[in-house]
């Protein structure tokens, strides 16, 4: 009798706890639906299919590239600064991302290609382009074909392994396996994130754990801001899948044809390893200014603002007065 009062006590906390993850998962996958509904997007039509697009702000524009895991929401969060001192942020899903179509061709130069579209659709005949990580493939695509388009070129920790170098693998073989499992439900995926906060976000975001536990309230909220922007993974996973098959085998840029004013930055210790990349770029485009922070990781933990500042300096700098005449 006792033994079957505790099978009954047990059954019923199992039932209780998950009905209470539940609730809980439930309530965060509305709470992402709903933040994606807040932005103000556009669907532009092009060639591929139509494309969500975030068009905001005022002066020069950026066409802002997103990296892996990101959609229009990542691209407007890369360029919030620049947004908030003078610019216009065009920010567009890449292929299979929230919704975003994925055309036959799926590689960084047809993807070029539907951005250009993009930008034709907004009356856009001339922007700086501004890629981070696989989003930087796209961007050196951009700059590399029309190069008469882009008024300067900002390729934010690039994850361009040209097809000389292999591309890192941070993960474990069971890191791959938990990672590429969970990109199809959203529930295991925010498990994952409420079972190993820290664990996960070193891992997505390629930063040393203990700059994200040392990050202080302001910094730690934008990185969990970055994370709970992956939410909800299935809307991203194609744009996921076709980043893992694009980044390994990239197109082979002519990097010395570029000949827009360039930005390059990244920090030493990404686990992705974008500063081996970022010096590459720096070394073959001509003129390419370079910052390599000494720590920070793939998202420039404790060191954004420094950043920031730094890329709105080159702009300053690198943007004619016939960019911000045309911007008027």
Do not use: C
């Not at 600064?81 to 919704?99: D, E, K, Q, W």
């Amino acid at each position: 009798m006792r033994k079957r009062r505790v099978l009954l006590s047990s059954a019923l906390g199992i039932l209780i706890f998950g009905a209470v993850v539940a609730v809980l998962f439930r309530a965060d996958m509305r709470s992402a639906h709903a933040a994606l509904a807040r932005y103000e997007t556009i669907e532009v039509p092009t060639s591929a299919g139509p494309v969500q697009t975030v068009d905001t702000g005022t002066g020069p524009p950026i066409l802002s590239i997103h990296g892996t895991g990101g959609g229009f929401d990542q691209g407007l969060m890369l360029a919030e600064g620049l947004r908030n001192a003078g610019y216009r942020v065009i920010a567009p899903s890449r292929f299979g991302y929230l919704g975003a179509p994925i055309p036959e061709r799926t590689d960084a130069r047809a993807q070029a290609a539907i951005f250009a579209e993009v930008l034709d659709a907004r009356g856009v005949s001339r922007a700086v382009v501004m890629g981070a990580s696989a989003g930087a493939i796209t961007a050196l695509a951009f700059a590399e074909r029309y190069p008469e388009r882009t008024a300067a070129l900002l390729l934010m920790v690039p994850a361009y392994y040209p097809p000389a170098r292999t591309a890192p693998e941070p993960w474990s073989p069971l890191q791959r396996w938990a990672v590429t499992r969970a990109l199809r439900s959203d529930f295991l995926f925010w498990a994952a994130m409420k079972l190993f906060p820290t664990s996960m976000a070193s891992t997505i975001l390629a930063t040393d754990r203990d700059l994200i536990e040392a990050a202080d309230p302001v910094e730690r909220a934008r990185l969990d801001a970055v994370l709970a922007m992956i939410q909800p993974i299935s809307a991203r996973a194609d744009g996921l899948l076709l980043d893992a098959r694009n980044t390994a085998a990239p197109p082979e840029i002519d990097l010395t044809a570029i000949r827009a004013p360039t930005f390059i930055a990244s920090a030493e210790d990404d686990h992705y390893r974008t500063a081996d990349s970022a010096r590459l770029l720096a070394e073959a485009i001509a003129g390419a200014d370079l910052l390599i922070t000494p720590d920070g990781g793939h998202v420039w933990a404790g060191r954004s603002s420094e950043v920031e500042a730094a890329t709105a300096a080159f702009l300053e700098r690198a943007l004619s007065d016939s960019d911000r005449r045309a911007a008027r």
